[in-house]
């Protein structure tokens, strides 16, 4: 298919699809996987705390991907530690030569004049309608709006992402995306009938071949359906979609006994380094595993261009049906 949307012709990728960026997991062999795909990818910064090592998987990085277009993820949450290297961050990215930032976490416009000096095309996320206005009217240049049914963080208002789709079609001016829960072409197909201009994915890419993450990992995720994730940390307001596992029942169970729990008292089950031992051994009982509802759609291990390739197919399908479905209403006039 040829695709031409606002998301291909700005970035400069074949297909309307970005894989988000993705907490240990989003490095250079995904990235550069992605970029070969003809989808956008970005580099967690968040993975690499130390500068040298975030400018080294640049480097990888664009050693991977040719040509090819690739961008780096900054997630701007508040830190559980002191100092604020966010500006720095930004400053090395375009130093690198990066030309697209995907931001999440907070309203972006403390930083909006630096970004636009750096000359970084910005791709904020957002969890509803009203946090992408908000980001249209500080300058953003594009955001992606992810649904309740989204892995990680999907907000406080949890809003689903086809009422964000009908909602952001009618009220944006600016290029907006599609994710939460999505993982098949026809989804695809109806965002852009929606008025985006493209999707974005995390859940249905971790069982690519070229995730660095155990086999054991990825096997769960093939087995596991769209029933088995749970929401927690809502108490904190830090709500989070994972996989549903020990560490989920364990935490619930403490927010419901107690009512005053703080994100301190849950940190020795929700680090994140507990989390990225999954990764590495494949043992997927402990920790906060971001996951979505698409996991009803990952439905086995494969390279991340077979996973596209498959997801286009779907998607023409879909253009396929939908072009049957207006000619009979044509000639039924």
Known sequence: MIWD?????????????????????????????????????FITAASFPDPADLRAEIARTRAACGTLPFGVNVSMLPKLVPGDQTEDIFRLIADEGVKVIETSGRNPEPYMPLLKDLGLTVLHKVPAVRYALKAQAVGVDMVSIVGAECGGHPGLVMIGSFVNGAMAGEALDIPFLIGGGVGHGSQLMAALGMGAAGVVMGTRLLVSTELVAHEGYKRALVAATERDTALSMQSVRNTVRTLANDTTAEVLRMEA?????????????????????????????????????????????????????????????????LSDAVQMAEAAQ
Do not use: F
């Open 5 to 41: 949307t606002e998301l291909t012709r700005r970035l400069g990728i074949r297909r309307p699809i970005v894989a988000g960026g993705l907490q240990w997991l989003a490095n250079a062999p995904y990235v550069s996987a992605a970029a070969h795909a003809g989808i956008m990818g």
């Open 257 to 321: 006994e107690t009512p005053e729990i703080t994100i301190q008292d849950l940190m020795p089950l929700v680090a994140g380094k507990i989390g990225r031992k999954a990764y590495e051994s494949g043992d997927v009982s402990r920790g906060l595993l971001s996951a979505g509802h698409a996991l009803g759609l990952t439905d086995r291990i494969e390279p991340m261009a077979d996973i596209i390739a498959r997801i286009e197919t779907q998607a023409l399908a879909a253009q396929v049906r």
